[in-house]
């Protein structure tokens, strides 16, 4: 058991408060009303919400930030930059492990409970197995809830089909859910988008996903997602994804910045869920997804942070705000309430997990502790919205994941953050310099 005493406020979810202690037993929350367990986590002084879902990353990307050539470029020539950089370090076990061990600590360290890795780089001949096995390992020696993405980039259609194959029968074997038995590992398919993948991926892909009983995510409507489809096919993106099967429940579609009106009366009635990338979009000038019109039109709506090669930072707090900040923009403005909500719940429910991003009873304990004493906070009136408005760059005090602190006053409780910086430093280094 273990059991949260002093916050001053418990979102079971950004729509619903209660007070006084919340309980875990057994990696869930309890519906317990008393203290029965010999774990006390404090959260005096402080607002506790379920752990942010990042329903969208490229953990890869986190060996190759602020690279020269990728602030501000198209995104035609932001993709060649960041192919040349993988080409020189090299894409192997090692290097996924090194960049996957800080992007998971970044993720915990800043309130993300449960990442999807939308792994699209996959040299030929590179040991897919290895790579997977290497991300997912270290996302579970870290604590932290993992969605692996068997990604395709352009990949051989067959190829990368027999890939996401072999990934599952590997890293899930026997799987009918796409789901481990304790919920840290989730498998999905999902190529990076109709500007990169032909038809016969996207059908191949769909049919190990309905043989393993996976989840579909691909990406839709950014920058060169749209001038690709509009000259190789003279058609939009969604028009592509409707006839090639990929607009339908079970599949989640990232970015969708250059949306219409009826194409989002589309993806509503075809019951697929969107994510919202703002903190790689928006300073990329790459547009600014309408949110607001997606809600509204009664599709769930998810946030993710995107890779380090586009968002230097794993930050999906920031991120958040920034949804907020930028939503009137391009609609309405959303509320504190409703971002919160897309960063939990709405993320989980593009995973199909309703045991995600929420504390009711029953659900995964994935929970974070945000202090809201301190002078940035100080004057706020609702402490929620305060969460998002006050203090940029605010993390947790702690944050649990399936009843487990797996960081304790701010600090990694399964790692030394400072050992995980060198390794990646070393081997990005080491591999370039040859």
């Not at 599709?299 to 930072?313: E, I, K, Q, R």
């Not at 706020?380 to 005090?397: E, F, H, I, S, T």
């Amino acid at each position: 058991m273990l059991t949260i005493t002093g916050a001053s406020r418990i979102l079971v979810d950004p729509a619903t408060e209660i007070s006084g202690n919340l309980f875990v037993e057994e990696g869930r929350v309890s519906a317990a009303q008393e203290v029965t367990g010999p774990e006390i986590l404090d959260a005096e002084g402080a607002v506790v919400t379920p752990g942010l879902v990042n329903a969208h990353h490229h953990l890869f990307q986190s060996a190759f930030r602020t690279l020269p050539g990728t602030r501000g470029v198209p995104m035609r020539e932001w993709l060649g930059v960041m192919a040349a950089g993988y080409r020189s370090a090299g894409v192997d076990p090692e290097l996924a492990r090194a960049a996957a061990g800080v992007g998971v600590a970044e993720a915990l360290l800043c309130g993300v409970t449960t990442i999807a890795d939308h792994h699209l780089t996959w040299p030929q001949g590179a040991d897919d197995v290895g790579i997977a096995s290497a991300v997912a390992g270290t996302a579970r020696e870290l604590g932290a809830r993992l969605v692996f993405v068997r990604g395709s980039a352009g990949d051989d259609p067959q190829a990368a089909a027999a890939s996401a194959t072999r990934l599952v029968q590997a890293l899930l074997p026997g799987t009918s859910t796409g789901i481990s038995h304790d919920g840290m590992l989730q498998l999905a398919v999902g190529p990076a988008g109709v500007h990169s993948d032909r038809r016969e991926t996207f059908e191949l892909m769909a049919e190990v996903a309905a043989r393993f009983g996976l989840r579909r995510r691909t990406q839709a409507n950014e920058q060169v997602d749209v001038e690709v489809a509009l000259e190789r096919y003279g058609r939009r993106p969604l028009e592509l994804l409707e006839e090639w099967g990929w607009l339908e429940s079970g599949v989640t579609i990232a970015h969708l910045c250059d949306v219409t009106a009826p194409e989002i009366k589309r993806l509503a009635s075809a019951g697929v869920t969107a994510t919202h990338a703002p903190g790689c979009d928006v300073p990329m000038g790459w547009g600014v997804a309408p949110v607001a019109a997606l809600l509204d039109a009664g599709v769930p709506v998810g946030l993710g942070t995107s890779g380090g090669g586009s968002n230097d930072a794993g930050h999906l707090l920031a991120d958040v705000r920034l949804a907020m900040q930028v939503s009137a923009l391009v609609g309405r403005p959303l509320s504190a309430r409703e971002v919160l909500s897309a960063a939990t719940a709405g993320s989980a429910a593009g995973l199909g997990r309703a045991d995600l991003g929420n504390l009711r009873p029953g659900s995964f304990a994935d929970l974070c502790v945000w202090d809201v004493s301190g002078v940035a906070d100080a004057g706020v009136a609702d402490p929620v919205a305060g969460l998002l408005w006050a203090n940029p760059g605010r993390r947790p005090r702690h944050v649990v994941v399936g009843g487990r602190v797996v960081v304790r006053d701010y600090e990694l409780v399964n790692a030394d953050e400072r050992e995980l910086v060198t390794a990646l430093n070393r081997r990005v280094r080491g591999r370039t310099a040859k």
